[in-house]
């Protein structure tokens, strides 16, 4: 499942010898961007080299760049004085430098280094307008949570830009990088999901040059995004951007969808678009594009979807029984506050943040939670910190008591697997009880105890989905 051939040493398909013979070959010309993404008020820089690693030595090389549009338009070319390139992988070959101010934007661009008739390479770039401050379209509601006031708009036929602030824990964080192979043989790692699948023709892209799939322009996006898991959604409803997800889960995760909602009509992006534009050019352009669409009679909808479908995926953490009682942690024996991870992250309802020991305690750590009143208990729920593997517990014990002070045998113990999904500790009999002690005795990797989330599951109510 990993490489360009296949298990018979065939092409797959995907790439030919010929292109990737540029970028892994005896010779390869190589640029070093600081960036794929660029304005029309920056002067594109890159440092030029090679790696070389022929028979022998390349004397009296000749070295040509070109900077040309989708259309093979040359806006930008030079060449670099005759030189020998040595055996090694880091031969400098000089610099290029390209005032951007006059080029057509938004556009992507092809970047191209030729050495002689030895080797030739090239890297896509994008070029935007610098970032506006303009607000919406007075017909469009910009927002970033689906609240009364939307939800009102949308009823009175309203058109709206939904750029969530936050999200259900349950929708995966994206990253530019692919998971690698898929999460269950690799499940210490936080990456989920393998990319885009995008309507490029879309008029809602229409002024953000994209291909169907994901290219560099998307790379600032995505990592500061989430996938909007749709499976509960019409299966009519099909997003512009579509996130793959790994095939095991293989959810329906949108990046960017429309639908309507009542009367009105809801364009949804689960990307930051409002955050440092002035040094996030493809978000700031992302942002326009989405914004004149939904300001544009082209902006119509067609598949329908209740808010109350909706609302469930735009909000924090699904409101836990100890968040609603208003429970509290009283005592810890390690936190690390220093670095924003205190003991109360538990009890936060936000999945993206929690709670760590300081490094270099010992374990075992451990909270104890008064939930402010006797509750009749049948487990809890540990949900594991969500970015990364370090510090998700191994064991666990929870002891129940009607006195701080006082701790019998636990209630129930545990063992876990590394995971990012909710653990459960069944009680093998109802328990009543005001505090609760929870104890964990190891960790899956690393030296630190992490948690995001903790939760009761009572007789009637169910914990954490």
């Avoid at 010929?18 to 070093?32: I, K, M």
């Avoid at 009519?236 to 009105?264: H, M, S, Y």
Wanted: hydrophobic share 45%; proline share 8%; glycine share 6%.
């Amino acid at each position: 499942m990993v490489g360009v051939l296949d298990s018979l040493w065939k092409s797959k398909g995907y790439v030919t010898p010929a292109q990737f013979r540029r970028f892994c070959g005896p010779t390869v010309p190589l640029a070093r961007l600081p960036k794929r993404a660029w304005t029309t008020a920056e002067t594109l820089n890159a440092e030029v080299a090679a790696a070389h690693f022929g028979p022998h030595p390349l004397t009296n090389a000749g070295v040509s760049w070109n900077l040309r549009s989708d259309d093979n338009t040359i806006v930008a070319s030079g060449q670099f004085p005759p030189q020998t390139l040595p055996l090694g992988q880091d031969a400098a070959l000089g610099r290029i430098q390209v005032n951007l101010s006059g080029l057509a934007s938004p556009a992507k661009y092809i970047l191209t280094v030729k050495i002689t008739s030895a080797a030739e390479n090239d890297w896509n770039i994008w070029v935007y307008p610098p970032a506006d401050k303009a607000g919406a379209p007075s017909d469009v509601l910009w927002t970033s949570a689906l609240d009364e006031a939307a939800l009102a708009r949308l009823n009175m036929g309203g058109k709206m830009l939904l750029m969530p602030a936050k999200f259900a824990w349950d929708q995966p964080k994206l990253a530019f990088q692919p998971v690698f192979w898929n999460r269950y043989m690799f499940n210490v790692h936080p990456l989920q999901t393998l990319g885009l699948l995008i309507d490029s023709s879309h008029p809602a892209l229409a002024q953000f040059p994209t291909e169907f799939f994901q290219d560099w322009q998307w790379n600032d996006i995505v990592n500061h995004a989430r996938g909007v898991v749709m499976d509960g959604l019409s299966q009519k409803l099909r997003p512009v951007v579509q996130v793959i997800d790994d095939w095991n889960t293989n959810r329906r995760l949108g990046l960017i969808f429309e639908c309507r909602v009542g009367a009105g009509r809801l364009l949804v992006c689960a990307a930051d678009l409002a955050t440092d534009l002035d040094r996030r050019p493809a978000a700031a352009q992302l942002r326009r594009s989405l914004l004149a669409y939904a300001a544009s009679p082209a902006f119509n909808p067609s598949i329908e979807v209740p808010a109350s479908q909706l609302a469930p995926l735009f909000a924090p953490t699904k409101s836990t029984q100890l968040v609603q009682l208003g429970a509290k942690v009283i005592e810890t024996d390690s936190e690390d506050t220093a670095h924003g991870h205190a003991a109360a992250e538990v009890l936060d309802g936000n999945a993206d943040t929690f709670w760590q020991s300081r490094a270099g305690d010992p374990m075992p750590h451990y909270l104890v939670i008064d939930l402010g009143r006797n509750k009749v208990l049948r487990g809890i729920t540990l949900l594991p910190r969500q970015d990364r593997n370090e510090g998700r517990p191994a064991a666990a014990e929870v002891f129940c008591s009607e006195n701080p002070r006082q701790w019998s045998a636990p209630a129930a113990t545990a063992k876990f697997k590394s995971s990012d999904q909710p653990q459960n500790l069944e009680f093998p009999q109802p328990t009543t009880a005001r505090y609760l002690k929870l104890v964990i005795p190891s960790v899956i990797t690393g030296s630190a105890t992490a948690l995001s989330e903790l939760d009761i599951v009572t007789e009637n109510l169910p914990s954490i989905p």
